[in-house]
């Protein structure tokens, strides 16, 4: 071992096998005891401290190593998006018919939605009312004098590829609303609650419904009640189909118990509420509602010739967007965001596309993104993987660009928001972090910024840990506290 001190600070080379690796670099006292911690004696740890002002590296420990990032990825998938498109750009959905509408107020043809890729459409976290796109929609269709469709509604969900959910997330994920796929049409979330009521222990718990009501979905329950205060329940199903098997624990004797699973196929989901509430409005609807994929799948042609455009309805600004994705760590909206990433370069977006114009828009601003192998936008994959300098590095370009300010604020502060309110609460760094934090088995990860008399951008990585997770964070906490008191 090769040591040489400066201050604080210690530079290590560890010598291997296979000839000399730099690891800690830059390390000092407070990582080197922080990875000495029990828990972490067969984990991988990746960390950095980055000058947020010049880009210097301030203290390291192999922040090269390719690392799995867990949600923490968002802060890759978000920076994009505000690089390329600005924190005022806006999804839209846009509504029309074909055909011609008679004097009666008759519509011989197809009322059209055709989807702009809005993960916010209908949203419980939309600054609009979740029923604002259906009554806008009303007020359209009767403004253009329709009393009666003698075709149907259909959904048009063809911006983005069908593979809404990535084939490399895990089966258990599959069916769950934090598991939603991503379409060219979404639509309240692309969730639904399944109300539950259970009785006494080792008895099915007896489903009362959901909400929203889903059309077509059915649920075969293999369910038990179990004397325990939380659930493992799951809801597994594949995307578009109906099928939902649901399997776990859920507490026993609740009068009502509810857990969030995924709507299967979110642009039909919508069509059949459209048509619904037509028919409830006194509009008649003759054809079932379908959506664009359906009609390709079957062979039938469609077609927007002489399509009449009734309505371009606008969603939250995309930084009000990235806000939702980075304080609450949802993975729909980071993975429609990385479907429109890839719109930027291409017609018709998908995942694979995504990643590629992310990789690349990094590339091509300098930052070393060989550690860089993605499956996905939101940090749910396994196999994705990324460095702790890859991740610095790009909160520092964006940091120092021209939207720098407006991405801090999308990220929670320690101590009082989102998933980290209560990291460090209460203690002196407390509301001065700007962190989003990644978690899934055997992985805890931080990014973000730390806000004091200078700045600073900070990452840490840790994967394949043993023992409570709490302990972890709780040694988490001491190395920021080290690292940043005095700052």
């Given amino acids: 071992m090769l040591r040489k001190v400066w201050g604080k600070s210690i530079g290590i080379v560890?010598?291997?096998?296979?000839?000399?690796?730099?690891?800690?670099?830059?390390?000092?006292?407070?990582?080197?005891?922080?990875?000495?911690?029990?828990?972490?004696?067969?984990?991988?740890?990746?960390?950095?401290?980055?000058?947020?002002?010049?880009?210097?590296?301030?203290?390291?420990?192999?922040?090269?190593?390719?690392?799995?990032?867990?949600?923490?990825?968002?802060?890759?998938?978000?920076?994009?998006?505000?690089?390329?498109?600005?924190?005022?750009?806006?999804?839209?959905?846009?509504?029309?018919?074909?055909?011609?509408?008679?004097?009666?107020?008759?519509?011989?043809?197809?009322l059209i939605i055709r989807g702009g890729g809005d993960p916010m459409l209908g949203s419980e976290f939309s600054q609009y009312p979740?029923?604002?796109?259906?009554?806008?929609?009303?007020?359209?269709?009767?403004?253009?004098?329709?009393k009666e469709i003698k075709g149907r509604v259909v959904c048009d969900d063809s911006l983005f590829d069908t593979e809404g959910v990535s084939h490399k997330w895990l089966w258990e994920d599959m069916g769950n609303y934090f598991a939603a796929g991503s379409y060219g049409l979404n639509y309240s979330d692309n969730m639904y609650r399944l109300i539950l009521r259970s009785g006494t222990v080792g008895t099915a718990p007896q489903i009362l419904g959901t909400k929203p009501e889903v059309p077509n979905l059915t649920f075969t329950n293999y369910l038990r009640a179990?004397?325990?205060?939380?659930?493992?329940?799951?809801?597994?199903?594949?995307?578009?189909?109906?099928?939902?098997?649901?399997?776990?624990?859920?507490?026993?004797?609740?009068?009502?118990?509810?857990?969030?699973?995924?709507?299967?196929?979110?642009?039909?989901?919508?069509?059949?509420?459209?048509?619904?509430?037509?028919?409830?409005?006194?509009?008649?609807?003759?054809?079932?509602?379908?959506?664009?994929?359906?009609?390709?799948?079957?062979?039938?042609?469609?077609?927007?010739?002489?399509?009449?455009?009734?309505?371009?309805?606008?969603?939250d600004k995309l930084i009000d967007i990235i806000t939702v994705t980075n304080k609450r760590s949802n993975n729909l909206f980071a993975e429609t965001l990385l479907r429109q990433i890839a719109l930027t370069r291409y017609p018709v977006a998908s995942a694979s596309r995504g990643i590629e114009v992310v990789s690349g828009h990094w590339r091509e601003k300098g930052i070393d993104v060989s550690s860089l192998m993605l499956a996905d936008g939101s940090g749910l994959s396994p196999i994705n993987r990324i460095s702790a300098g890859a991740v610095a590095r790009i909160l520092f370009s964006i940091k120092n660009g021209k939207n720098g300010d407006s991405f801090l604020h999308t990220l929670p502060k320690a101590g009082e928001e989102g998933t980290v309110r209560n990291l460090l609460k209460g203690s002196r760094l407390n509301g001065s972090l700007y962190l989003k934090s990644g978690s899934i088995m055997g992985v805890q990860c931080f990014a973000g910024y730390y806000i004091g008399q200078k700045p600073y951008i900070i990452v840490l990585m840790v994967n394949n840990f043993t023992g409570p997770r709490s302990i972890l964070r709780r040694d988490i906490e001491r190395l920021f506290l080290s690292e940043l008191s005095g700052r």
Avoid: W
Wanted: with cysteine; proline share 4%; charged share 15%.
């Fill in 14 to 110: 560890l010598l291997c096998c296979m000839g000399m690796t730099k690891v800690a670099l830059y390390a000092n006292e407070g990582i080197l005891h922080f990875i000495k911690s029990p828990e972490l004696s067969v984990a991988s740890v990746g960390y950095c401290l980055l000058d947020a002002t010049t880009g210097r590296m301030i203290h390291s420990y192999d922040e090269g190593r390719a690392l799995l990032p867990a949600s923490i990825l968002k802060v890759v998938t978000t920076a994009t998006a505000l690089d390329l498109l600005g924190p005022d750009y806006r999804f839209a959905t846009k509504v029309g018919y074909t055909g011609s509408v008679n004097k009666d107020g008759i519509l011989q043809g197809n």
């Fill in 130 to 146: 979740q029923d604002h796109f259906l009554n806008e929609l009303f007020v359209a269709v009767q403004a253009a004098g329709i």
């Fill in 226 to 315: 179990a004397a325990n205060a939380i659930d493992s329940v799951y809801i597994y199903g594949a995307p578009f189909s109906g099928q939902r098997y649901l399997y776990g624990t859920l507490p026993a004797n609740r009068s009502t118990f509810t857990v969030k699973g995924d709507i299967p196929d979110p642009a039909l989901y919508l069509g059949q509420i459209v048509s619904r509430m037509f028919v409830s409005k006194g509009i008649k609807v003759q054809g079932k509602p379908t959506t664009v994929r359906l009609l390709r799948e079957r062979g039938e042609t469609f077609s927007y010739y002489g399509m009449h455009q009734l309505l371009s309805f606008s969603s």
